[in-house]
Each structure stands twice: as structure tokens, then as C-alpha cells.
């Protein structure tokens, strides 16, 4: 058996494809600024003055090592990471590293939760999120079809955008919502024909507005979560997909089930 291949029991269980997009740019190398007159104030589980990029880093080691993985999740959760900075790159397993689109094993992009062995990432140039959302979706449309026509039981792809700022263009230039719109119509017009869902999550420093232009309903701003936190309500979320409900209904209950996290994690605060 192969690595990226389920045991015999395990496939048995229906496929749940989860890409990742995952903000890279130079942004992301920079500690948090502390607000003028503001004590500065991090995460849990993020050492202050860490750069994002290391607590990512530190975080997807952490959480796909199996700390916090489920048997449902690895019986069922396949992934694909997509980084994006300056360029869009997705994560070939067989050769360990991020890779253009066009270089990389189409047999190789999804990966047993429990296989996934994620690169090191590096921040560096712009903020290119329309590329690697337009990227993912034919990602997601073709690894779709592929377990279709292998009579794999497959649920819809769901997508998850992690950025902590604003789309850029190729120059480097801030994208206004008019030049986001295309894309925007092709997300909504893909989630309205059960192709796929789509959820943005912005961290300290993403532009919400422009986030919501791109997913009106499906945004998450966890600014007080660590990436730790913020991968458990990603994968348990993606596991909650099931092919009665709507696009609409699974956004409104990922919110709900962040706010019911949420809710958890400050009552466990307030009696340590």
C-alpha cells in the first residue's frame, strides 16, 4: 500500500478532501506590531515577538504529527497544502517540497491526514490570494472527479484560506473588491452547485472587508486563537460537511461552532 493510498478498512470511509491556502508573503515574517499606548498581546501558544510564519510552521508539525488528530479524520480527511506569496505553489509529497501547480504529481497533491509531512514554510513577496483560490478550485474540481470515477464515495472538497493581509496583484499593488469580483462570482457559483465550499480565515493584520467581498458569509476573523487552535476548528469543521446541507448552512455552522469554541475556551480560562 502506498503512502497516499487508504489501509482497507480505513477506505471504506468516504473521502473528505481539505485544501489549505496558506498565506506565505513577507507579512508574514514580521512579529505582530504592538499598538501605540497597548500592551502587546499574542495568542495562546504564540511566544511573543514570533514571526506568524514560525508559529505556523510550529503548528502544522504539532497537529499533523498526530497530537491532535482523530480516527475519524484519518480515516477520512485527505490533504493538499497551497502556499502563496509571490507565486502559487502546492506541496508534492513524493518530492518534499512546494512546487508550481503544473510541476507537481497530480497523484501526490492529496495526502492521509495522518501521511502529511508539511515543508517548512518561508515568508517572502506579495499577498497573490486570487491566484491560489482560482488555483485550488481546479485543485479541488479535478480531485472530485478523479475519486468519482475511481468509485470512491467522496464528500465536496472544502476549502480553507488562512491570509493575515490583503490580496495583491502581480506589481504588488492592493486589489480593490472590482478586481476581486471574479473570483468572487466563481466561488459563489461553484458553492451554489455543491462543487465545493470555501472559509477565509484572516489573523492580526488581514483586510476583512476585502475577505468578505471575496466570501461574504464564510469568514472567520481569529485573531486570539494560536494556528494550533485554529487547525482543530478546520478539521473538525471539514468532518461536519455532510451532502444534505448547503454551502450557506455549513458556513453559518462553522460559525457557530467556533463561537461555541470560543465559548468553551474562555469559560476553561476563567476557572484555571
Known sequence: MSLYEFGPAEGYHERQPVLLLLDTSASMGRPAEQPP??????PPGRPAGQPPI?????????????????????????VCLVA????????????????????????????????????????SGLTRLTDAVETALELARSRYRTLQEQHVPVRR????????GAPSDAHGNPMDPAALAGTARRVRLGEE?????????????????????LAPKAVLMLEDLSFGQILDLLFQS???????????????????Y??????????????R
Open 157 to 164: 472538497p472544502f476549502l480553507w484560506v488562512l491570509t493575515d
Open 37 to 42: 499606548g497597548r500592551p502587546a498581546e499574542q
Open 54 to 78: 514560525d508559529a505556523l510552521n510550529d503548528a502544522l508539525v504539532r497537529w499533523f504529527d498526530g497530537e491532535r488528530t482523530t480516527p475519524r479524520l484519518r480515516a477520512r480527511v485527505e
Open 258 to 271: 467556533n463561537e461555541k469554541r470560543e465559548r468553551m475556551r474562555r469559560l476553561e480560562e476563567k476557572h
Open 84 to 123: 502563496f506569496d509571490s507565486r502559487v505553489r502546492v506541496f508534492d509529497h513524493g518530492r518534499n517540497e512546494l512546487v508550481p501547480v503544473e510541476e507537481a504529481a497530480s497523484d501526490r497533491l492529496f495526502v492521509p491526514v495522518d501521511g502529511m509531512r508539511p515543508p517548512r514554510l518561508e515568508a
Open 238 to 256: 471539514s468532518d461536519r460537511i455532510t451532502p444534505d446541507r448547503t454551502a450557506d448552512d455549513i458556513h453559518r455552522d462553522v460559525r457557530q
Open 193 to 213: 452547485r455543491g462543487e465545493f465550499v470555501l472559509q477565509a480565515v484572516g489573523v492580526r493584520g488581514a483586510d476583512l472587508e476585502l475577505l468578505q467581498v
